[in-house]
Every structure is written in C-alpha cells, then in structure tokens.
C-alpha cells in the first residue's frame, strides 16, 4: 500500500525544530521533501545542538530530519535562483520557518513564484506571521509561551511562571502548518490555482487557549494558576501525592467521581451535598481537595492505579524514560529503529499516524547529500553544468 502523501513533492527551507517537525510529519507519511540548506552557513544549524553531536550532525538533527533528502543552494547566487525555480515547477509546495518579513524579500512567496508554477503553493510558518508590527522580528517557542499568557497559567500558585517541559508551541505550530500546507495543496489539484499559507506561532498559541479566551473575553474572567495542576472547573481533576509518587486523576464526568468514592471507600462522599455535582465541588473544591488528598496519600501510585483502573481515568506521572518504556506506547510501535552511518541503530519516537501503511525510515541526510542526484533527476541539469553551478558557488 502507498503512504497517503507518497505523490506530494515539497521544497522545505527549514532549521531549527518547529519546521523540520512539520515536513518530517509529511516526509514520515510518504511526501518527498527536499530539505534546501545554505553551503555558506554550514547548512542547518540543528546540525549543531548538544548535547549528542558528530561531523555536521547531531541528536537533535536526526530527530527533525529523517526521510528527507538534502540540497545545497545559495539563493545570493543568481544562478540559485534558476535551480529554484525549476524545483517550484515539479514540486507541490515550498515550505519555510522564516522570519516573517523574509519570504517576500527572497521570492519565496506565491506573488514571485506562481508564474512559474500556477499550483504552487508557499507555507510561511514564522513566530508573528507576515503581518503585524512583529513580523520581522524573530522568535522561539519560549517567547511564545511568554506572549501568549501560557506562562502566567503553568506552575504551582505563588511561584515564578513557568514553561511547559516541552516545545509545546513549535511543535502545535508545526502540525497546524502541515495541515494548512496539505489543505491548500488540496485545492490546487482540484482548482488548479495555489496560494499562500501564512501560519505563526503566536497565532498558534492564541488560539491554544481555547476556552480560558472564550471566558476571559466574553466575562469578567481572569484564568488562575492552580495547585497540583488542576482543571480549572471540573474538579476532582488534578495530580495527587500518593504515599510513593503522584497520580493523575480525572473526574471529568459524574460518575467517575462517584466510582472515585466507592474506590476510596468513602461512598457517602458522593452524596454530601458539598460535592454532589460539578458546581458544588467547585464551590467547595479546598474543602474537598483537603480530603481526597488525604486519602489518595495513604496508598502507592500502584495501588491506586489497580483500583482505578477501568472505572476512573488515571496516570502515573512517568518520567520520561519511563513513559518510554510503557507497554502501551510499545505496542503502538511509537519508537522506529533508523540505521544511521556513525551512531549505528538509533531510536527515535514515531510520527503519531496509523494509515495501515509502514515505511522503511532513512536517517536525515549529510549536508547537500542529494544536491546532484535532485538536480539531474528533477531540474534537468547535465553533470557539467552541476559542475558549473558549484563552482560559480550556487550549490
């Protein structure tokens, strides 16, 4: 069976983590993508990052780029731009994570380059978009968070705010840019007429807010930080100290507080007036909290997870290794083997689909590794004229 994108060419202009993310979801279900990195620059500066690096590779490098294939091109070189734009002509989309003023100033946006391929369609994922006061400035998934409010909610009341342990927002950001690209990409098979994509990080993480905006603007709201990361409604629904660690709890329907009682045997619980329904446990949720944490301490996480299991949703607060290592991420085969040159067999997590289709997975390619073979396949360029392009330094 063919990957669902096995038929999608882009051309990715990407570093770091946010937009290899995005193109190596596309690259992991079938689309080739052809990953365009500057030879004056020493290519993707994700090559770099610590703490696990070799020559013009890393960790970190892998972990962003696998399934892709690598071509060197100097667009301050007119002749680049010829190779470009012979690569827009047999490809779906261009992708970039650029600052958001730049893909105009290098003839990276449809207006430049839909007279030489009408269907072509040009994703921007940048930190402002481009547009906007902010949009030539620069920025990462911590200013993001920062902007965007999360900060103020993340942490324990009373303490200084805090990220989230992961690039939380790159990585939304990715996703929601993928599916932008894949939409417009839609609609240029069908249409014939591609388009631009403009997609940012801070859109991406306004919009993460969901429901605290929808109350914050439409009431007298603030959204507060709470203890023990707990839901900010629906309660009880939070972490717990057990007597050896911390559970994660979820009481988001009645009855799994009521299954929660009889677990904890305390049944009558569930009929004190106090914290019979939603409103009334919010409206007394210290009193509530006070006792529930009480009793989820006298026993181990082990313990509560065998009880609750089934009847209440719940979680060990793993580490990572450990989440790692769970049975059921195993049995999803949510880690893929990649042989790599140097490091040998390296474990990495899998994209998140299931399309009844499985791929071999490559390691992310040496610096210009394709830069031939894609210019002679998909450009038409002889092998004195590739010859020509390096020297003249375009390639």
Known sequence: MDLPLARLRVISFCQFGAGPFATMQLADLGAEVIKIEDPTASGDVGRYVPPFTGERDSFYFQTFNRNKR????????????????????????????????????????????????????????????????????????????????????????????????ISIVDFAGAYVSAIGLLSAVISARATGQGRDVDVSLLDTSISMLSYLATNTLNREYEPERLSSSAHPSLYPSQVFRTSDGYVAIICFKEKFWQELCAVMGQPELADEPRFRRFADRLAHREELLAIVGEIIASRTTQEWLDGLRGRVPCAPVNTVRQALEDPQVLAREMIVEVEHPEWGTLRETASPYKVGAARDHVPAPTLGADTDAVLAELCGYAPDEIAALRAGGAV
């Open 70 to 165: 690598s071509v060197t091109l100097n667009l301050r070189v007119p002749a680049a731009r010829e190779v470009l734009h012979r690569l827009v002509a047999v490809s779906d989309a261009i992708y970039y994570n650029l600052r958001g003023d730049l893909p105009a100033k290098l003839g990276l946006t449809y207006e430049h380059l839909g007279a030489v391929n009408p269907k072509i369609v040009c994703c921007s994922l940048s930190a402002f978009g481009t547009t906007g006061p902010r949009a030539a400035e620069p920025g990462y998934d911590l200013l993001m968070q920062a902007y965007s409010g999360m900060m103020s909610l993340t942490g324990e009341p009373g303490t200084p705010p805090a990220k989230c342990g």
